[in-house]
């Protein structure tokens, strides 16, 4: 895994400033701790840094160019299917200096331009100067599991893997995106293709950009198809899953290496440590994150699973002065990212790293086979769509006033969110259940000055825009579709690169191999839930492997216990922080709205812990990017 950033000047007699390309670079040092490279000429510069897994000699070095140095290549990830494609290519004539990925994308660019994307089955962020098209190519993988961000300006045009490399552009403004923070707020991400800075956006999963005589053009090359369904029987349909969960774990085990694998003791971790132990030649190094607090703590499950396949286990126990390393994650991150996991996430990281290079985890299991709750509650609600807008009306309302009374736990609070949007449509109640902030919150909190900026902004189409863009016929797909394009992506594939990548450790998620990925969007809704039973046919294809314990527990996840932090060690900082006069002078939002949320959270009269961690997000990422 690397970090890859450049920058081309709009004047081609204008040369490039390399030494702020190296100050790009050097931003990035932590995603390529190895090596660096750069490529500059005239007004074109590349750089790159890397974290070698595959052909750890200097022969792998980047940027990396075909025979003529016509095609320059920058390359963020692992193409598992190289081998296949470098020898085809070798039958058509074409010569490698190395034995890597990414002089395989070269070659395989001059055969087919960007067509090229569509053959290759890893995850990826590139950039391709063609000197001879005089045209610059930017690229990502197909779920969005490596990330790139991009500034066009009026003299430029620079992009890089963080935020915080492009920044180094002196011609990038830190100036907050009013309408990201609008969706920041509604959904603790700010969406691609969105930033928290005027003017940089990201490049969407599955997008390609050209930029080719001053003009920008962005292209979708794949999408899932939900409607074409398999009618196979449900006998062949588990070998076929058994047979692409095999494949897609043992093509993410190739590297030059030491390989481990996250362990939480859920389904999807689980199967996939499963699947590796039978490839591995020795015990599977595996590594699993808990808290003090029994009740959001998995370990006892993770080592079930490690004792079962006999694995090389390490265990880290998050404490709530976990939170001393915000202001590092707030630097990593960007911009504003509210999702709390990030903190256990960093740590696992930082464990892991300490054994091994890469490791392998679950991401991907519900979004592609129906893992979340939410999926059965809004499959439970469908029937009440026909009873009279009033009476769900009522019952919302009453609902509402029941959330009065403090809820105990993330199941009753998760419970209470979904009745209350029971008086809405299908498609807008899920946008109220994946929001931090709803509209009615958003009034009562934004001031007035900053609601009359960003009243226009309907924060809430961007899912909505989703499901009419989605080809699926039954609801479970449709929202499994959307899911796959915002929550997937800009929450928790994000989390997982920055968090890892500041850790120097590459993951590798094989339940987003993209043929097991459409594989799984062909299958009948009913061998994904039934009734409440979620996973239906994952949980079958691993029935010989995995014990009955791990088969059938309820979804926990990571569930950190910010809640209880924000009422002891969290309570002080989160006071001085988000009521400062530095605070408050920002003008988003109403002094008293702010100190009542602290003040009903403190006091246990409501649990606000999601909307508190939000706010201080947003506070911390302003003192370390805008207030400079």
């Known amino acids: 895994m690397c970090g890859i950033c450049g920058t081309i000047n709009r004047d081609p007699d204008a040369p490039v400033d390399e030494g702020m390309l190296h100050r790009m670079a050097k931003a990035l040092a932590h995603r390529g701790p190895d090596s660096e490279g750069f490529f500059a000429n005239g007004h074109v510069g590349l750089a ?16 990396m160019s075909n025979e003529d140095g016509s095609i320059w290549i920058v390359f963020n990830g692992e193409i598992y299917n190289f081998y296949e494609l470098r020898e085809a290519l070798v039958r058509k004539g074409h010569n490698f200096r190395s034995r890597t990925d990414t002089e395989v994308i070269v070659h ?10 569509r053959a290759l089955r890893g995850m990826f962020a590139l950039a391709i100067w063609d000197a001879n098209q005089q ?7 197909r779920l969005g599991k490596k990330p790139l961000f991009y500034f066009a300006g009026s003299s430029s045009f620079a992009f890089a893997s963080e ?19 609008r ?7 700010v969406p691609s293709p969105y ?4 003017g940089i956006r990201k490049l969407p999963p599955a997008h390609y950009l050209l930029l080719k005589e001053g003009q920008l053009r962005t292209h979708r090359y794949w999408a899932l198809r939900y409607a074409e369904k398999s009618d196979e029987p449900e006998e062949v349909l588990v070998d076929r899953l058994r047979g692409s969960l095999e494949e897609a774990v043992r093509l993410r085990m190739i590297g030059d290496v030491p390989i481990g694998a996250f362990l939480s003791g859920g389904l999807d971790s689980s199967a996939v440590v499963a699947l590796m132990s039978r490839w591995s030649g020795r015990p599977v190094k595996t590594f699993s994150i808990g808290f003090e607090e029994d009740s959001f703590s998995e370990l006892p499950y993770a080592r079930s699973v490690a004792r079962r396949f006999g694995t090389d286990h390490h265990e880290y126990v998050v404490k709530p002065d976990a939170v001393g390393i915000l202001p590092l994650l707030v630097r990593h991150f960007g911009e504003p990212f509210a999702d709390s996991t990030a903190v256990p996430q960093y740590y696992l990281s930082q464990l892991a790293r300490e054994h091994v290079t890469v490791v392998l985890a679950g991401d991907g299991g519900d979004e592609a086979f129906g893992g979340y709750d939410r999926y059965v509650a809004g499959l439970a609600a469908r029937p009440t769509d026909r009873i009279p807008i009033t009476l769900r009306n009522g019952l919302a309302g009453m609902t509402r006033r029941l959330s009065k009374v403090p809820l105990s736990t993330p199941l009753l609070q998760r419970t209470g969110r979904m009745l209350r949007a029971l008086s809405d449509d299908p498609q807008r109640r899920y946008v109220r259940w994946m929001s931090h902030f709803d509209m009615q919150q958003q009034a009562a909190l934004f001031s007035s000055a900053f609601l009359k900026q960003v009243r226009d902004i309907d924060p809430e189409r961007l899912v909505l825009d989703r499901y009419q863009e989605t080809d699926a016929a039954h609801p479970l797909d449709a929202t499994l579709d959307v899911d796959v394009n915002t929550y997937l992506p800009d929450d928790l594939l994000v989390k997982v690169d920055i968090t890892s990548m500041a850790n120097s450790l590459e993951v590798r998620a094989p339940l987003l191999d993209h043929p097991l990925m459409e594989f799984a969007a062909a299958l009948p809704p009913s061998f994904k839930i039934q009734g409440v039973d979620k996973k239906y046919l994952l949980k079958r294809a691993m029935v010989d492997l995995l014990p009955a314990e791990i088969l059938n527990r309820s979804k926990q996840g990571f569930i950190v216990p910010i809640d209880r ?8 900082m989160a006071y001085d922080t988000l009521l400062s006069s530095r605070s408050l002078r920002r003008g988003y939002f109403r002094p008293e709205a702010v100190k009542r949320l602290l003040d009903e959270h403190a006091g246990g009269a409501h649990d606000r812990h999601r909307q508190l961690w939000s706010l201080l997000m947003l506070e911390l990422w302003h003192r370390c990017f805008i207030d400079q």
């Not at 935020?163 to 923070?181: F, G, H, M, Y």
């Open 565 to 572: 932090w924000f009422r002891h060690d969290l309570q002080e």
């Open 163 to 181: 935020l915080q490399s492009l920044l180094e552009d002196t011609a990038v403004p830190r100036v907050p995106d009013l309408e990201a923070i």
């Open 135 to 141: 045209q610059l190519l930017l690229a990502r993988d």
């Open 195 to 198: 930033s928290a800075f005027q």
């Open 48 to 63: 790159h840094r890397r974290l070698a897994i595959i052909d750890l000699s200097s022969d792998g070095a980047q940027p």
């Open 108 to 117: 395989l660019y001059e055969e087919l331009g960007p067509e090229a994307l």
């Open 183 to 189: 969706y920041y707020l509604t959904y603790r991400y």
